[in-house]
């Protein structure tokens, strides 16, 4: 059996939930999350954008997210930090503010994915709009290197339509994507116009605010609230993800 990304699975792939501070009235329940059990293994939530955003919901939510785990936290249990990148500042400024905000939350550990940057346009009236193609790609690799740099480790990117809709045939630096596509499947031909492949490809992001047509999935979690999820289709499941994330060992990299 195969998921709908043409990866081999038992079951629904493993899922993660992608909140942000304005989500569920602010007031994500982790500990029900955590009790629901599999195919619920964690959530990646937002940490910052631009220059200037870093709520200091961030700092609560990622402590909680690890706490509610117990055991199960980088077993079977992750989380994630995002920033939402904005391309008329420089990415290596946003990048600071961006490793700033973890630090402060009290950093990377083992169960944590990289460092993830959220590439798109955004909505009618966000600045992102206006961007060109090498602004993106600019900022882009601005934001990853620099990443990189201070910790050592490798950096996701979120995103799809940013780069079908300018044309960008790049990683930007980045080493690991993580895809949005709110549809039945997920054909290879949408990541690799981008120039990745299926070994790059973690997560597909299936469903949004509670809204999915991916048969057999579920659209969220039970008695959790609407919110985004994710299904992880990394060749290898949770054990590569496990053994990536380990072999990185961020906190001797801090």
């Known amino acids: 059996m195969t998921s709908p990304a043409g990866v081999p699975i038992t079951g629904v792939d493993p899922l993660l939930v992608d909140v942000y501070a304005g989500d569920l009235n602010g007031l994500p329940n982790w500990q029900h999350l955590a009790e629901l059990g599999a195919p619920w293994h964690g959530a990646i939530i937002k940490a910052t954008e631009g220059t200037w955003y870093a709520p200091g919901w961030f700092d609560t939510n990622w402590r909680q997210i690890r706490h509610v785990a117990v055991e199960r936290y980088g077993i079977d249990w992750f989380r994630g930090a995002y920033h939402f990148l904005k391309f008329e500042a420089p990415g290596i400024k946003q990048a600071e503010l961006y490793l700033a905000t973890v630090a402060r939350a009290g950093g990377w550990d083992v169960g944590d994915f990289w460092p993830i940057v959220d590439v798109e346009l955004g909505g009618e009236r966000n600045s992102n709009r206006n961007a060109t193609a090498a602004q993106v790609v600019d900022c882009t690799m601005g934001f990853a290197e620099k990443c990189k740099r201070e910790t050592g480790r490798d950096v996701m990117l979120y995103g799809n339509g940013a780069m079908r809709d300018l044309?960008?045939?790049?990683?930007?630096?980045?080493?690991?994507?993580?895809?949005?596509?709110?549809?039945?499947?997920?054909?290879?031909?949408?990541?690799?116009?981008?120039?990745?492949?299926?070994?790059?490809?973690?997560?597909?992001?299936?469903?949004?605010?509670?809204?999915?047509?991916?048969?057999?999935?579920?659209?969220?979690?039970?008695?959790?609230?609407?919110?985004?999820v994710s299904a992880l289709v990394l060749e290898g499941g949770i054990q590569r993800l496990r053994s990536l994330l380990w072999a990185e060992d961020p906190k001797s990299a801090a």
């Open 167 to 228: 044309g960008i045939h790049d990683r930007m630096g980045c080493d690991w994507l993580w895809l949005p596509r709110y549809t039945t499947s997920l054909p290879p031909f949408v990541y690799e116009r981008s120039g990745w492949s299926a070994k790059e490809l973690v997560m597909w992001q299936y469903s949004g605010d509670g809204q999915s047509v991916l048969a057999g999935y579920p659209r969220s979690p039970l008695g959790f609230g609407k919110c985004d």
